[in-house]
């Protein structure tokens, strides 16, 4: 099969290469998948899971990308769940090669059945940004209605999936990024946008969740945003300041069939838009991710036409 490969650490995606490997086979409770599209984020090769297994051991050359829709094609001894022909999509385990490949064996519990009215390009953008987005309001930051949420890259493919879902739950929506994404943002229902490189972040007072997708500087001065009994959640890592008198939450989005249906929903019915901003070819793949032009959203590689 057709697969991008990374071998050196150091070159980034200069250093991916489309080769042709093995097709997998399936473990127990495995599914293989003919991939039809795949979802990529470039900060997973500076993830020491794409480099190593669980004991430490170099794996390469691994295949990246974590994200997939596509078809059953094989079920590993002691499947369930799932059936060969099924249309799934999902988030696959980080130690294991990835979805930029035409087949990705992947554990059953990782994916979700996916309805037929929705196109294999738009569920291939969901499972990152719609687990993260779903975990971080919800199951860590305790999200209820009415309460404040500040969420910064509102205009990007996590943020805006964030900014939607606080929406749609009764939450009050301040949105950060560049200038260039305040309209973005308010079209996916910020009440307020903060331009991060010409307005004063502290104007916007206390709120009771901060949802932080940049960290830095920009992480420590959201602490003290947050009001006594809120939390700040973080996805880049270790919180480097912590609320006077809140939550500080690091995490690492898990898999979840359950929520993926509820995701999936919401994008047929309307709730929830996706936020594509680039859709390639497997062929194109490296050509792309090496691109220079600054994008704002997901970027999908359709792996089959």
């Known amino acids: 099969m057709k697969a991008i490969v990374v071998?050196?650490?150091a070159a980034g995606?200069?250093?991916m290469t489309l080769e042709e490997r093995p097709?997998?086979?399936p473990a127990l409770n495995d599914v293989v998948v003919q991939v039809h599209a795949s979802g990529f984020v470039p900060t997973e090769l500076s993830w020491p899971s794409t480099w190593t297994d669980r004991l430490g051991r170099d794996r390469t050359p691994s295949i990246p990308g974590h994200e997939l829709a596509g078809v059953v094609t094989a079920l590993g001894y002691g499947t369930t769940g799932l059936s060969v022909g099924q249309r799934v999509f999902g988030l696959t385990d980080w130690t294991r090669d990835g979805t930029l490949a035409e087949y990705v064996a992947v554990e059953a519990r990782n994916l979700a059945p996916l309805p037929g009215d929705v196109d294999f390009t738009v569920a291939a953008s969901l499972p990152i940004s719609g687990l993260t987005a779903w975990q971080g309001l919800f199951d860590h930051g305790r999200l209820r209605a009415g309460q404040s949420v500040l969420v910064h890259g509102a205009a990007g493919a996590v943020g805006s999936t964030v900014t939607q879902l606080a929406h749609e739950a009764g939450?009050?929506?301040i949105g950060t990024g560049r200038a260039a994404d305040r309209q973005k943002a308010l079209d996916f229902g910020a009440q307020e946008f903060v331009d991060l490189e010409n307005d004063a972040l502290?104007?916007?007072g206390g709120v009771e969740l901060v949802f932080d997708v940049i960290g830095g500087e920009i992480g420590r001065r959201s602490a003290g945003l947050v009001r006594a009994g809120g939390t700040l959640?973080?996805?880049v890592g270790p919180v480097e300041a912590r609320p006077t008198d809140g939550l500080a939450v690091d995490f690492v989005v898990e898999a979840d069939r359950a929520q993926l249906g509820e995701i999936v929903q919401r994008v047929r019915d309307g709730r929830?838009?996706?936020?594509?901003?680039n859709v390639t070819t497997l062929d194109d793949a490296v050509t792309t991710f090496n691109s220079t032009k600054r994008t704002t959203g997901k970027t999908v590689v359709r792996v089959r036409p």
Do not use: K, M
């Open 7 to 9: 071998t050196d650490q």
């Open 13 to 15: 995606t200069a250093g």
């Open 23 to 25: 097709e997998p086979e």
């Open 171 to 173: 939450a009050y929506v």
């Open 202 to 204: 502290e104007d916007i």
């Open 233 to 235: 959640v973080s996805v």
């Open 272 to 277: 929830l838009r996706t936020n594509i901003g």
